[in-house]
């Protein structure tokens, strides 16, 4: 467990940071930049979440301690001496990305198909979960950038992917299962 006693060190005041085995990068490193955008889509969770209920923000709660699993495997480079580790590094798993698509599955079953885009709004919650969408879309483009220069965990990249696809659904679930839903109108205002 994590033990905070004080907030502040001083030792990235020269502008850099340490990564989860230790090593110190550069606070604008591919890697930093990738696991502080997955940040930033906890924090969007965040406020998703004050206008949540039951099941939905239950559901977010499992993906804000998820979003803290990825951004845990995003800081730990090194991926082949996981095993030479004194502990075991904490990495993202098929089976979350798999509960992901599971919970996609189910409430997609509830929505009628699209027959448009959509454009984000709808129900202040549904406005809140593609806020979500879009930042996490944007830490899977951070994640797919970083995978191109150094090893990253599959299954984290996999993740965002569906991460992005669930908010989707869960905007259309939260728009009176899509009915509320706010639908583009190509070329409307020419």
Avoid at 85 to 107: F, G, K, N, W
Avoid at 117 to 141: K, N, Q, W
Avoid at 154 to 162: E, H, Q
Wanted: glycine share 6%; with cysteine.
């Amino acid at each position: 467990m994590v033990v905070l006693n004080k907030i502040y060190t001083k030792t990235g005041d020269a502008g850099d940071t340490a990564l989860g085995n230790g090593e110190r990068v550069a606070k604008h490193s591919a890697r930093v930049v990738a696991y502080g955008t997955v940040d930033e889509v906890n924090a969007t969770v965040g406020l998703a979440r004050m206008r949540a209920r039951d099941e939905s923000d239950a559901a977010l709660a499992r993906i804000q301690n998820d979003l803290f699993d990825l951004g845990a495997d995003l800081c730990r480079p090194d991926m082949e001496k996981d095993k030479e580790a004194e502990y075991t590094p904490l990495r993202v798993s098929d089976s979350q990305v798999a509960r992901l698509e599971a919970e996609i599955d189910a409430m997609n079953g509830e929505l009628e198909p699209l027959r448009s885009f959509i454009l984000p709004g709808g129900s202040e919650l549904a406005a809140y979960l593609h806020l979500c969408r879009t930042v996490s879309r944007r830490a899977e483009r951070h994640a797919t950038e970083l995978a191109v220069e150094e090893e990253v965990n599959p299954a984290a990249v996999k993740y965002l992917n569906r991460l992005s696809d669930w908010f989707f659904v869960a905007a259309r679930i939260a728009n009176d299962g899509g009915k509320a839903d706010i639908l583009w109108v190509p070329g409307q205002n020419r």
